[in-house]
Protein backbone atom coordinates (compact mmCIF):
# COMPACT_ATOMS: atom_id res chain seq x y z
CA UNK A 1 0.00 0.00 0.00
CA UNK A 2 2.76 2.12 0.43
CA UNK A 3 2.58 4.00 -3.27
CA UNK A 4 -1.05 5.53 -2.63
CA UNK A 5 -1.46 8.82 -3.01
CA UNK A 6 -2.30 11.18 -0.07
CA UNK A 7 -5.97 12.23 0.86
CA UNK A 8 -7.41 15.44 2.62
CA UNK A 9 -10.89 15.82 3.90
CA UNK A 10 -12.67 18.17 6.69
CA UNK A 11 -14.09 15.50 9.30
CA UNK A 12 -16.61 17.55 10.87
CA UNK A 13 -19.73 18.74 9.37
CA UNK A 14 -20.02 22.02 7.49
CA UNK A 15 -21.47 25.33 8.77
CA UNK A 16 -19.89 27.56 11.78
CA UNK A 17 -18.25 25.45 14.61
CA UNK A 18 -15.97 26.01 17.77
CA UNK A 19 -13.47 23.91 15.68
CA UNK A 20 -13.25 22.06 12.43
CA UNK A 21 -11.09 19.26 12.01
CA UNK A 22 -8.94 18.40 9.03
CA UNK A 23 -7.68 15.41 8.24
CA UNK A 24 -4.85 14.09 6.27
CA UNK A 25 -3.73 10.67 5.07
CA UNK A 26 -1.14 9.53 2.92
CA UNK A 27 3.23 8.54 2.52
CA UNK A 28 3.09 12.90 1.18
CA UNK A 29 1.58 13.54 5.21
CA UNK A 30 5.78 14.21 6.53
CA UNK A 31 6.36 17.01 3.64
CA UNK A 32 2.72 18.34 3.77
CA UNK A 33 3.44 18.99 7.29
CA UNK A 34 6.56 19.70 6.83
CA UNK A 35 6.00 22.34 4.30
CA UNK A 36 2.28 23.85 6.00
CA UNK A 37 3.95 23.83 9.77
CA UNK A 38 7.34 24.80 9.25
CA UNK A 39 8.40 21.79 10.79
CA UNK A 40 7.48 18.00 10.94
CA UNK A 41 5.20 18.44 14.95
CA UNK A 42 6.36 15.44 17.66
CA UNK A 43 4.09 12.53 16.93
CA UNK A 44 1.19 12.44 19.15
CA UNK A 45 1.33 15.71 20.76
CA UNK A 46 -0.94 18.48 20.28
CA UNK A 47 1.14 21.34 18.93
CA UNK A 48 -0.12 24.80 18.56
CA UNK A 49 0.80 26.28 15.35
CA UNK A 50 0.19 28.58 12.21
CA UNK A 51 -1.08 27.91 8.77
CA UNK A 52 -0.33 29.80 5.96
CA UNK A 53 -0.79 29.60 1.92
CA UNK A 54 1.33 30.40 -0.67
CA UNK A 55 1.48 34.12 -0.66
CA UNK A 56 2.45 33.47 2.97
CA UNK A 57 -0.81 35.20 4.35
CA UNK A 58 -2.00 33.41 7.45
CA UNK A 59 -5.25 31.12 6.66
CA UNK A 60 -5.51 29.82 10.34
CA UNK A 61 -4.11 29.49 13.85
CA UNK A 62 -4.82 25.82 15.80
CA UNK A 63 -3.39 22.43 17.23
CA UNK A 64 -1.66 20.13 14.77
CA UNK A 65 -1.54 16.21 15.43
CA UNK A 66 1.06 14.09 13.59
CA UNK A 67 0.89 10.41 14.07
CA UNK A 68 3.47 8.43 11.85
CA UNK A 69 2.76 5.45 9.60
CA UNK A 70 1.60 3.01 10.67
CA UNK A 71 -0.16 3.37 14.22
CA UNK A 72 -2.84 5.53 12.73
CA UNK A 73 -6.42 5.00 12.25
CA UNK A 74 -5.31 4.36 8.38
CA UNK A 75 -2.54 2.60 9.52
CA UNK A 76 -0.70 5.67 7.35
CA UNK A 77 1.05 8.58 8.19
CA UNK A 78 -1.78 11.26 9.53
CA UNK A 79 -2.27 14.85 10.06
CA UNK A 80 -5.19 16.42 11.88
CA UNK A 81 -5.20 20.17 12.08
CA UNK A 82 -7.85 20.98 14.31
CA UNK A 83 -8.33 24.84 13.41
CA UNK A 84 -11.91 27.18 13.47
CA UNK A 85 -14.84 26.00 12.44
CA UNK A 86 -15.89 28.27 9.60
CA UNK A 87 -16.69 27.15 6.22
CA UNK A 88 -14.14 30.15 4.65
CA UNK A 89 -10.99 29.03 6.99
CA UNK A 90 -11.56 25.76 6.10
CA UNK A 91 -11.80 26.04 2.74
CA UNK A 92 -8.25 27.53 2.42
CA UNK A 93 -6.92 25.19 4.50
CA UNK A 94 -8.04 21.58 2.29
CA UNK A 95 -7.07 24.44 -0.57
CA UNK A 96 -3.33 24.73 0.56
CA UNK A 97 -2.82 20.96 1.34
CA UNK A 98 -4.15 20.19 -2.21
CA UNK A 99 -1.71 22.52 -3.70
CA UNK A 100 0.84 20.49 -1.24
CA UNK A 101 0.13 17.47 -3.11
CA UNK A 102 -3.18 16.05 -1.62
CA UNK A 103 -6.04 15.16 -3.53
CA UNK A 104 -9.69 15.48 -1.75
CA UNK A 105 -11.00 12.27 -0.38
CA UNK A 106 -14.08 10.37 -1.56
CA UNK A 107 -16.76 9.11 0.73
CA UNK A 108 -15.67 6.56 3.21
CA UNK A 109 -11.78 6.62 1.78
CA UNK A 110 -9.70 7.02 5.29
CA UNK A 111 -12.14 3.87 6.72
CA UNK A 112 -11.04 1.93 3.76
CA UNK A 113 -7.57 2.84 4.11
CA UNK A 114 -7.82 1.39 7.44
CA UNK A 115 -9.68 -1.65 5.88
CA UNK A 116 -6.93 -2.03 3.52
CA UNK A 117 -4.40 -1.38 5.72
CA UNK A 118 -5.84 -4.26 7.89
CA UNK A 119 -6.01 -1.65 10.70
CA UNK A 120 -10.15 -2.78 11.04
CA UNK A 121 -11.61 -5.84 9.38
CA UNK A 122 -14.90 -5.03 7.07
CA UNK A 123 -17.79 -5.53 9.51
CA UNK A 124 -15.60 -3.37 12.06
CA UNK A 125 -15.66 -0.36 9.69
CA UNK A 126 -19.41 -1.00 8.93
CA UNK A 127 -19.96 -0.32 12.18
CA UNK A 128 -18.17 3.02 12.24
CA UNK A 129 -20.69 3.87 10.14
CA UNK A 130 -23.85 2.62 12.10
CA UNK A 131 -22.14 4.30 15.37
CA UNK A 132 -22.42 7.28 13.28
CA UNK A 133 -25.91 6.55 12.27
CA UNK A 134 -27.33 5.38 15.47
CA UNK A 135 -30.76 6.18 15.73
CA UNK A 136 -30.46 5.71 19.78
CA UNK A 137 -28.46 5.10 22.49
CA UNK A 138 -28.88 1.15 22.43
CA UNK A 139 -27.91 1.34 18.77
CA UNK A 140 -24.94 2.78 19.26
CA UNK A 141 -23.80 0.93 21.77
CA UNK A 142 -23.94 -2.25 20.00
CA UNK A 143 -22.34 -0.01 17.23
CA UNK A 144 -19.65 0.54 19.14
CA UNK A 145 -19.29 -3.20 20.26
CA UNK A 146 -19.05 -4.06 17.15
CA UNK A 147 -16.58 -1.53 15.80
CA UNK A 148 -14.22 -3.55 18.81
CA UNK A 149 -14.70 -6.28 16.94
CA UNK A 150 -16.86 -8.68 19.14
CA UNK A 151 -19.18 -9.40 16.19
CA UNK A 152 -16.04 -10.04 14.03
CA UNK A 153 -15.11 -12.66 16.84
CA UNK A 154 -17.71 -14.68 17.29
CA UNK A 155 -17.67 -14.97 13.35
CA UNK A 156 -13.84 -15.92 13.09
CA UNK A 157 -14.52 -18.43 16.05
CA UNK A 158 -16.92 -19.73 14.12
CA UNK A 159 -14.49 -20.01 11.08
CA UNK A 160 -11.98 -21.68 12.61
CA UNK A 161 -14.02 -24.58 14.22
CA UNK A 162 -15.45 -24.82 10.41
CA UNK A 163 -11.79 -24.97 9.48
CA UNK A 164 -10.80 -27.38 11.52
CA UNK A 165 -13.65 -29.69 10.72
CA UNK A 166 -12.50 -29.34 6.88
CA UNK A 167 -9.42 -30.36 7.10
CA UNK A 168 -10.58 -33.27 8.89
CA UNK A 169 -12.92 -34.19 6.16
CA UNK A 170 -10.25 -33.44 3.18
CA UNK A 171 -8.13 -35.57 4.76
CA UNK A 172 -10.35 -38.35 4.89
CA UNK A 173 -11.20 -37.86 1.19
CA UNK A 174 -6.89 -38.66 0.46
CA UNK A 175 -7.49 -42.07 1.98
CA UNK A 176 -10.18 -43.83 0.29
CA UNK A 177 -9.96 -46.68 1.98
CA UNK A 178 -11.05 -45.14 5.29
CA UNK A 179 -13.41 -42.84 3.76
CA UNK A 180 -16.19 -44.32 4.21
CA UNK A 181 -16.15 -45.30 8.14
CA UNK A 182 -14.84 -41.71 8.75
CA UNK A 183 -17.32 -40.49 6.90
CA UNK A 184 -20.29 -42.12 8.99
CA UNK A 185 -18.58 -41.66 12.16
CA UNK A 186 -20.15 -40.02 15.41
CA UNK A 187 -17.31 -37.71 16.07
CA UNK A 188 -17.09 -36.05 12.98
CA UNK A 189 -21.37 -35.38 13.14
CA UNK A 190 -20.83 -33.93 16.77
CA UNK A 191 -17.68 -31.48 15.22
CA UNK A 192 -20.18 -30.46 12.25
CA UNK A 193 -23.46 -29.57 14.66
CA UNK A 194 -20.68 -27.70 16.86
CA UNK A 195 -20.10 -25.50 13.61
CA UNK A 196 -23.74 -25.46 12.99
CA UNK A 197 -24.77 -24.31 16.42
CA UNK A 198 -22.05 -21.82 17.10
CA UNK A 199 -23.32 -20.31 13.75
CA UNK A 200 -26.67 -20.40 14.42
CA UNK A 201 -26.31 -18.45 18.15
CA UNK A 202 -24.72 -15.82 15.63
CA UNK A 203 -26.73 -15.64 13.53
CA UNK A 204 -29.35 -15.26 16.06
CA UNK A 205 -27.65 -12.25 17.93
CA UNK A 206 -26.57 -10.78 14.16
CA UNK A 207 -30.46 -10.94 13.21
CA UNK A 208 -31.35 -8.79 16.18
CA UNK A 209 -28.12 -6.56 15.69
CA UNK A 210 -29.63 -5.74 12.59
CA UNK A 211 -33.00 -4.65 14.02
CA UNK A 212 -31.56 -2.32 15.83
CA UNK A 213 -29.00 -0.93 13.36
CA UNK A 214 -31.95 -0.83 10.88
CA UNK A 215 -34.64 0.10 13.62
CA UNK A 216 -37.98 -0.93 13.14
CA UNK A 217 -40.78 0.24 10.59
CA UNK A 218 -44.01 0.11 11.86
CA UNK A 219 -47.16 1.25 10.16
CA UNK A 220 -50.05 2.18 11.25
CA UNK A 221 -53.28 0.58 9.30
CA UNK A 222 -56.84 0.68 9.32
CA UNK A 223 -60.43 2.05 8.77
CA UNK A 224 -60.70 5.92 9.00
CA UNK A 225 -61.51 7.68 12.17
CA UNK A 226 -60.25 4.53 13.88
CA UNK A 227 -57.72 6.37 15.50
CA UNK A 228 -54.37 6.05 13.86
CA UNK A 229 -53.62 9.62 13.74
CA UNK A 230 -54.33 10.02 17.68
CA UNK A 231 -52.26 7.32 17.96
CA UNK A 232 -49.47 8.29 15.79
CA UNK A 233 -49.57 11.59 17.70
CA UNK A 234 -49.45 9.55 21.06
CA UNK A 235 -46.65 7.45 20.25
CA UNK A 236 -44.21 10.32 19.05
CA UNK A 237 -45.49 12.33 21.94
CA UNK A 238 -46.40 15.46 19.94
CA UNK A 239 -48.70 16.30 17.05
CA UNK A 240 -47.48 15.25 14.00
CA UNK A 241 -50.65 14.43 12.78
CA UNK A 242 -53.94 16.19 11.91
CA UNK A 243 -56.46 14.73 14.08
CA UNK A 244 -60.39 15.58 12.66
CA UNK A 245 -63.50 13.50 13.43
CA UNK A 246 -63.98 13.62 9.90
CA UNK A 247 -63.17 10.74 7.99
CA UNK A 248 -60.49 11.15 5.56
CA UNK A 249 -58.13 13.50 7.36
CA UNK A 250 -55.22 11.30 6.69
CA UNK A 251 -54.53 11.83 2.97
CA UNK A 252 -50.41 11.21 2.41
CA UNK A 253 -47.97 9.23 4.62
CA UNK A 254 -46.93 10.68 7.56
CA UNK A 255 -43.66 9.33 8.90
CA UNK A 256 -41.93 10.23 12.55
CA UNK A 257 -38.78 8.87 14.25
CA UNK A 258 -38.96 7.66 17.52
CA UNK A 259 -37.53 5.28 19.82
CA UNK A 260 -38.91 2.37 21.87
CA UNK A 261 -37.08 0.79 24.85
CA UNK A 262 -34.26 1.97 22.85
CA UNK A 263 -35.33 0.37 19.32
CA UNK A 264 -35.24 3.15 16.88
CA UNK A 265 -38.77 2.98 15.87
CA UNK A 266 -40.17 4.54 12.11
CA UNK A 267 -43.76 5.50 12.46
CA UNK A 268 -45.78 5.60 8.82
CA UNK A 269 -49.10 6.87 9.87
CA UNK A 270 -51.29 6.13 6.91
CA UNK A 271 -54.71 6.75 5.15
CA UNK A 272 -57.80 5.18 6.10
CA UNK A 273 -58.91 1.91 4.39
CA UNK A 274 -61.82 1.55 2.71
CA UNK A 275 -63.55 0.10 0.05
CA UNK A 276 -64.70 2.90 -2.51
CA UNK A 277 -63.95 6.73 -3.01
CA UNK A 278 -64.51 8.89 -5.77
CA UNK A 279 -61.94 10.65 -4.85
CA UNK A 280 -58.75 10.50 -6.50
CA UNK A 281 -56.65 11.97 -3.83
CA UNK A 282 -57.81 9.81 -1.01
CA UNK A 283 -57.45 6.50 -3.30
CA UNK A 284 -54.18 7.40 -3.99
CA UNK A 285 -53.81 8.10 -0.45
CA UNK A 286 -55.16 4.09 0.04
CA UNK A 287 -52.64 3.32 -2.41
CA UNK A 288 -49.37 4.69 -0.57
CA UNK A 289 -50.96 3.05 2.25
CA UNK A 290 -51.15 -0.62 1.44
CA UNK A 291 -47.39 0.22 -0.37
CA UNK A 292 -46.65 1.30 3.47
CA UNK A 293 -48.15 -1.78 5.23
CA UNK A 294 -46.04 -4.34 2.26
CA UNK A 295 -42.90 -2.96 3.43
CA UNK A 296 -43.23 -2.10 7.47
CA UNK A 297 -41.62 -4.87 10.07
CA UNK A 298 -45.18 -4.81 11.58
CA UNK A 299 -48.57 -3.26 11.33
CA UNK A 300 -50.20 -1.92 14.26
CA UNK A 301 -54.38 -2.57 12.68
CA UNK A 302 -56.10 0.20 14.82
CA UNK A 303 -59.98 -0.50 15.22
CA UNK A 304 -62.45 1.51 16.24
CA UNK A 305 -63.67 -0.81 19.20
CA UNK A 306 -66.65 1.38 19.99
CA UNK A 307 -67.92 1.18 16.76
CA UNK A 308 -66.20 -2.29 15.84
CA UNK A 309 -65.79 -4.38 18.71
CA UNK A 310 -65.75 -7.12 16.69
CA UNK A 311 -62.72 -6.38 14.56
CA UNK A 312 -65.07 -6.50 11.43
CA UNK A 313 -62.78 -4.08 9.57
CA UNK A 314 -60.29 -5.97 10.13
CA UNK A 315 -61.51 -9.27 8.84
CA UNK A 316 -62.32 -7.32 5.81
CA UNK A 317 -59.08 -5.91 5.00
CA UNK A 318 -56.92 -9.43 5.94
CA UNK A 319 -57.13 -10.82 2.53
CA UNK A 320 -55.26 -7.68 1.55
CA UNK A 321 -52.97 -7.59 3.64
CA UNK A 322 -49.37 -9.30 2.68
CA UNK A 323 -48.48 -12.37 4.30
CA UNK A 324 -45.46 -12.63 6.38
CA UNK A 325 -45.71 -9.05 7.85
CA UNK A 326 -46.87 -9.51 11.56
CA UNK A 327 -49.99 -7.67 13.17
CA UNK A 328 -51.57 -6.65 15.51
CA UNK A 329 -54.78 -5.51 16.47
CA UNK A 330 -55.27 -2.26 18.45
CA UNK A 331 -58.40 -2.12 20.04
CA UNK A 332 -58.79 1.39 20.42
CA UNK A 333 -60.91 3.90 22.18
CA UNK A 334 -61.22 1.74 25.61
CA UNK A 335 -61.95 4.84 27.25
CA UNK A 336 -65.35 4.69 25.76
CA UNK A 337 -68.26 2.15 27.27
CA UNK A 338 -68.86 0.61 24.23
CA UNK A 339 -65.34 -0.49 23.55
CA UNK A 340 -65.20 -2.50 26.99
CA UNK A 341 -66.64 -5.52 25.00
CA UNK A 342 -63.97 -6.09 22.61
CA UNK A 343 -61.78 -6.04 25.48
CA UNK A 344 -63.15 -9.40 27.26
CA UNK A 345 -63.96 -11.41 23.90
CA UNK A 346 -61.05 -13.41 23.35
CA UNK A 347 -59.36 -13.58 19.79
CA UNK A 348 -60.22 -16.39 17.55
CA UNK A 349 -57.75 -19.22 17.13
CA UNK A 350 -54.86 -18.08 14.99
CA UNK A 351 -56.22 -14.87 14.93
CA UNK A 352 -53.63 -11.46 15.23
CA UNK A 353 -52.41 -10.51 18.73
CA UNK A 354 -55.06 -8.12 19.95
CA UNK A 355 -54.27 -5.14 22.76
CA UNK A 356 -56.49 -2.97 24.07
CA UNK A 357 -55.81 0.94 24.18
CA UNK A 358 -57.01 4.82 24.30
CA UNK A 359 -54.69 6.33 21.99
CA UNK A 360 -57.07 9.49 23.55
CA UNK A 361 -56.23 9.02 27.68
CA UNK A 362 -52.91 6.95 26.56
CA UNK A 363 -54.13 4.17 28.53
CA UNK A 364 -52.19 0.95 26.95
CA UNK A 365 -49.61 3.06 25.36
CA UNK A 366 -47.06 1.09 27.89
CA UNK A 367 -48.21 -2.13 26.93
CA UNK A 368 -47.91 -1.64 23.19
CA UNK A 369 -45.07 -0.31 23.35
CA UNK A 370 -43.30 -3.40 25.11
CA UNK A 371 -45.25 -5.82 22.70
CA UNK A 372 -43.89 -3.88 19.51
CA UNK A 373 -40.08 -4.16 20.88
CA UNK A 374 -40.92 -8.14 22.01
CA UNK A 375 -42.36 -8.95 18.71
CA UNK A 376 -38.90 -7.67 17.21
CA UNK A 377 -37.20 -10.25 19.80
CA UNK A 378 -35.63 -7.08 21.13
CA UNK A 379 -35.07 -7.82 25.24
CA UNK A 380 -34.43 -5.40 27.87
CA UNK A 381 -32.41 -7.60 29.12
CA UNK A 382 -29.72 -4.57 28.74
CA UNK A 383 -26.38 -4.59 26.99
CA UNK A 384 -24.77 -7.77 25.27
CA UNK A 385 -26.06 -7.01 21.50
CA UNK A 386 -23.42 -6.14 18.77
CA UNK A 387 -24.90 -4.09 15.46
CA UNK A 388 -25.19 -5.84 12.23
CA UNK A 389 -26.01 -5.54 8.82
CA UNK A 390 -28.66 -6.93 6.62
CA UNK A 391 -25.71 -7.90 4.39
CA UNK A 392 -24.04 -9.85 7.50
CA UNK A 393 -27.19 -11.31 8.15
CA UNK A 394 -27.57 -13.09 4.74
CA UNK A 395 -24.27 -14.17 4.24
CA UNK A 396 -24.69 -16.06 7.96
CA UNK A 397 -27.74 -17.86 6.45
CA UNK A 398 -26.32 -18.70 3.18
CA UNK A 399 -23.01 -19.81 5.48
CA UNK A 400 -25.72 -22.08 7.15
CA UNK A 401 -27.86 -23.37 4.20
CA UNK A 402 -23.93 -24.81 3.14
CA UNK A 403 -23.95 -26.48 6.24
CA UNK A 404 -27.10 -28.05 6.25
CA UNK A 405 -26.38 -29.23 2.71
CA UNK A 406 -22.90 -30.50 3.98
CA UNK A 407 -24.42 -32.62 6.58
CA UNK A 408 -26.87 -34.24 3.86
CA UNK A 409 -23.72 -35.18 1.79
CA UNK A 410 -21.87 -36.58 4.95
CA UNK A 411 -25.27 -39.15 5.45
CA UNK A 412 -25.26 -40.15 2.06
CA UNK A 413 -21.24 -40.49 2.53
CA UNK A 414 -20.27 -38.36 -0.37
CA UNK A 415 -17.17 -36.83 0.95
CA UNK A 416 -16.19 -34.35 -1.91
CA UNK A 417 -19.59 -32.97 -1.89
CA UNK A 418 -19.50 -32.01 1.54
CA UNK A 419 -16.14 -31.06 1.39
CA UNK A 420 -17.51 -28.73 -1.34
CA UNK A 421 -20.48 -27.17 0.85
CA UNK A 422 -18.28 -26.88 3.76
CA UNK A 423 -15.46 -24.40 1.62
CA UNK A 424 -18.41 -22.45 0.61
CA UNK A 425 -19.60 -22.01 4.39
CA UNK A 426 -16.15 -21.14 5.08
CA UNK A 427 -16.12 -18.62 2.15
CA UNK A 428 -20.02 -17.08 3.65
CA UNK A 429 -18.75 -16.25 6.86
CA UNK A 430 -15.12 -14.60 5.38
CA UNK A 431 -17.27 -12.29 3.45
CA UNK A 432 -18.85 -10.93 6.93
CA UNK A 433 -15.40 -9.88 7.93
CA UNK A 434 -13.81 -8.57 4.22
CA UNK A 435 -11.50 -11.63 3.79
CA UNK A 436 -13.29 -12.01 0.09
CA UNK A 437 -14.80 -9.26 -1.05
CA UNK A 438 -15.23 -7.59 -4.60
CA UNK A 439 -14.32 -3.83 -5.50
CA UNK A 440 -17.75 -3.08 -6.15
CA UNK A 441 -18.91 -4.47 -2.97
CA UNK A 442 -16.51 -2.17 -1.02
CA UNK A 443 -17.48 0.34 -2.98
CA UNK A 444 -21.00 0.12 -2.51
CA UNK A 445 -20.03 -0.38 1.39
CA UNK A 446 -17.65 2.87 1.44
CA UNK A 447 -19.46 5.30 -1.19
CA UNK A 448 -22.40 4.86 1.63
CA UNK A 449 -19.89 6.47 4.17
CA UNK A 450 -19.55 10.50 5.13
CA UNK A 451 -16.40 12.20 3.46
CA UNK A 452 -14.18 12.67 5.93
CA UNK A 453 -14.69 9.12 7.61
N1 LIG B 1 -62.85 8.59 22.80
C1 LIG B 1 -61.81 8.40 22.01
N2 LIG B 1 -61.74 9.03 20.84
C2 LIG B 1 -60.67 8.83 20.05
C3 LIG B 1 -59.60 7.98 20.46
N3 LIG B 1 -58.69 7.96 19.46
C4 LIG B 1 -59.14 8.80 18.50
N4 LIG B 1 -60.33 9.32 18.85
C5 LIG B 1 -61.14 10.26 18.06
O1 LIG B 1 -61.52 9.62 16.84
C6 LIG B 1 -61.56 10.57 15.78
C7 LIG B 1 -60.67 10.11 14.63
O2 LIG B 1 -59.33 10.11 15.09
P1 LIG B 1 -58.12 10.11 14.08
O3 LIG B 1 -56.90 9.90 14.89
O4 LIG B 1 -58.15 11.30 13.18
O5 LIG B 1 -58.46 8.80 13.25
P2 LIG B 1 -57.80 8.26 11.89
O6 LIG B 1 -58.68 8.62 10.80
O7 LIG B 1 -57.74 6.78 12.06
O8 LIG B 1 -56.44 8.87 11.76
C8 LIG B 1 -61.12 11.89 16.38
O9 LIG B 1 -62.27 12.64 16.69
C9 LIG B 1 -60.40 11.49 17.63
O10 LIG B 1 -60.41 12.47 18.63
C10 LIG B 1 -59.72 7.31 21.73
O11 LIG B 1 -58.87 6.54 22.18
N5 LIG B 1 -60.84 7.56 22.46
MG1 LIG C 1 -55.63 9.96 10.28
Redesign the pocket.
Known sequence: MANRDTIVAVATPPGRGGIAVVRVSGPAVPDIAAALLGTLPAPRYATFSRWHDAADSLIDIGLALYFPAPHSFTGEAVLELQGHGGDVVVAALVERIVELGARRARAGEFSERAFLNDRIDLAQAEAIADLIDAGSRRAAQAALRSLQGEFSQRVNATRAALISLRVYVEAAIDFPEEEIDFLASAELRERLEDVQQRLASVLAAAEQGAVLTRGLTVA?A????????????RLAGHDV??????????RDLLRERIEIHGVPVELI?T??LRDATSDAIEAEGMRRARAAIARADHVLF?I?A?ADPQGESFAAERGALPEGVPVTLVM?????AA?CAASVTPPAAGAPLRIA?????G?GIPALGAMLVASAGQSDAGPGAFSARARHVDALRRAARHLDLARAQLQLKQGELAAFELRAAQQQLGEVVGDVTSDELLGHIFGSFCIGK
Request: negative net charge.
Open positions: IGRPNAGKSTLMNAIVTPVAGTTDAGVDANKSDLAISAATD
